[in-house]
């Protein structure tokens, strides 16, 4: 007796050869970043000092599909094309008609979906001749991808990461440092920023947007350093759909199609990769098929912050983006979600939300750990806790479509395994994690902060 088939594997040679743009078919455009200078569309040159050439290209194109280099290609074959995995053991412990199915990114070098960005990433800095490359990192999956594509194309790597998280997650560092990159914890006394918030506030457990201002500090300081984001900017989501394509070819093989699209969000890189394909049959296509982001209670920024322009980073030296924000000197809460705890999104998500392309939620702390715990024990593998909020949201809808006895497809993004966020789960086993929310004075606080753009 042959079993039924759960996995929906593609040949190395099917590996989709261009990203996916959404500037292409969005019918009303996203507002451009600003010049916070002077308040109009910020041009390549004031990002030119960050940023290779080949990747502001990106940032501003309007091309639907941007070629994938070949030194590239090669790089992502390593562990590309990502499983398609039907849950049918997850489907059985919730004992629901939904047919459930995930996208496991969790088989990259690194453990998560930031790879398919890193390696880009690293591949056009290279190619321009810089030498060296900073970034910041919250939980320190960004940090562990982008030395990961630092030493692949033999580039210095220099990481600043969320000190919370540097204390947290040990292994994380070690990998990095495994891989050849430098590791300090942010607020760091290497930068003007760092000094300036641990004079203020030497208690801080630090943020993204602390961090993201020391490495590009650090970049901006240097002749042979470009900086690097892993998240939220237009380039970043692009190479990222690489997901999203692969999913609608394994779909396919898989003979369904999604009802629902579900991702977790941060800054909005998984999310997107997976779900601006399936957009872009929206507007395209007529399709109905909707689209989930879910974010954690403790930093709610698509479901509680205005969709304004605001700075990316705390020490307000990036460009305005126009997103959905708690503004830029909101510190969530220390959750073991550290991945998901910036004030910002991307703008390009941001946009299809506001736009009603996709919806977004906002779960609890426990609701999330629960929901992992009875994934690893039906399908076996741990999640990150960020992946989890997918999982969470992909419950609530496989238990509504039984309660409503109605069939759904759910598909949902496993982004990154959770092997070096065992504290975390310790911690939840233990009965010591809460549902923590922000509280209103300081999100009210943080808001009433937010730039004044004109028009
Ligand atoms: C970084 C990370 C996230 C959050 O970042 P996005 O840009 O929103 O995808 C989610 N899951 C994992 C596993 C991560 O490493």
Redesign the pocket.
């Known amino acids: 007796m042959s079993a039924p088939q759960r996995r929906f594997d593609l040949p190395c040679t099917a590996i989709p050869s261009a990203w996916y743009n959404i500037a292409a078919d969005l019918p009303v455009p996203a507002p451009p970043p600003l010049d916070p200078n002077t308040g109009k569309p910020a041009g390549p040159e004031l990002l030119a000092p960050i940023f290779p050439m080949g990747l502001l290209q990106q940032e501003m194109s309007t091309e639907r599909w941007i070629d994938v280099p070949g030194a590239v290609m090669e790089a992502y074959s390593l562990y590309r094309p990502s499983p398609l995995i039907r849950a049918t053991a997850l489907e059985k412990a919730l004992d629901t008609p939904a047919r459930i199915y995930y996208k496991y990114?969790g088989v990259s070098p690194a453990?998560?979906?930031?790879p398919n960005t890193a390696i880009p990433q690293a591949y056009y800095n290279k190619l321009e001749g810089v030498k060296r490359i900073t970034t910041e990192t919250?939980?320190g999956?960004?940090g562990c991808a982008l030395a990961l594509a630092c030493s692949l194309f033999d580039v210095e790597c220099m990481v600043y990461m969320v000190k919370v998280s540097f204390f947290q997650k040990p292994y994380r560092r070690s990998m990095m440092a495994a891989w050849g990159a430098e590791c300090i914890a942010s607020p760091s006394d290497t930068t003007e920023t760092g000094r300036k918030v641990l004079a203020e506030t030497p208690d801080t457990p630090g943020s993204l947007g602390i961090a993201i201002s020391e490495a590009v500090e650090d970049a901006v300081g240097r002749e042979d350093t470009k900086y690097s984001l892993?998240?939220?900017l237009n380039h970043?989501l692009l190479h990222?759909t690489i997901i999203g394509q692969e999913a609608q070819i394994q779909m396919e093989m898989a003979g369904d199609e999604p009802d629902v699209v579900i991702?977790?969000?941060?800054?909005?890189?998984?999310?997107a990769?997976l779900a601006f394909p399936y957009i872009r049959d929206k507007i395209t296509k007529g399709k109905t098929t909707r689209i989930v982001a879910v974010e954690p209670k403790s930093c709610p920024t698509l479901t509680q912050g205005p969709l304004a322009y605001d700075y990316g980073d705390t020490g307000k030296m990036t460009p305005l983006l126009h997103m959905y924000t708690l503004g830029s000197g909101f510190v969530a809460p220390g959750i073991h979600a550290g991945?998901?705890r910036y004030h910002g999104a991307?703008p390009l998500t941001s946009h299809c939300i506001g736009q009603g392309y996709a919806e977004a939620i906002a779960v609890p702390q426990l609701e999330t750990f629960a929901a992992a715990i009875t994934f690893a024990r039906s399908e076996g593998f741990i999640p990150?806790p960020?992946?989890a909020h997918a999982i969470c949201a992909a419950i609530r809808e496989a238990n509504a479509a039984k309660e409503a006895g109605e069939e759904r497809v759910i598909l949902f993004n496993l982004?990154?395994h959770g092997h070096f966020d065992m504290a975390a789960y310790d911690a939840y086993l233990a009965g010591q994690l809460t549902d923590i929310e922000p509280p209103a004075e300081s999100l009210a606080g943080s808001l009433a902060c937010l730039p004044k753009v004109d028009g």
């Open positions: 990114e453990g998560s979906h930031k919250g939980a999956q960004w892993g998240s939220v970043v990222q991702g977790c969000h941060g800054g909005g890189s998984n999310f990769g991945g998901l991307a990150a960020e992946s982004s990154g």
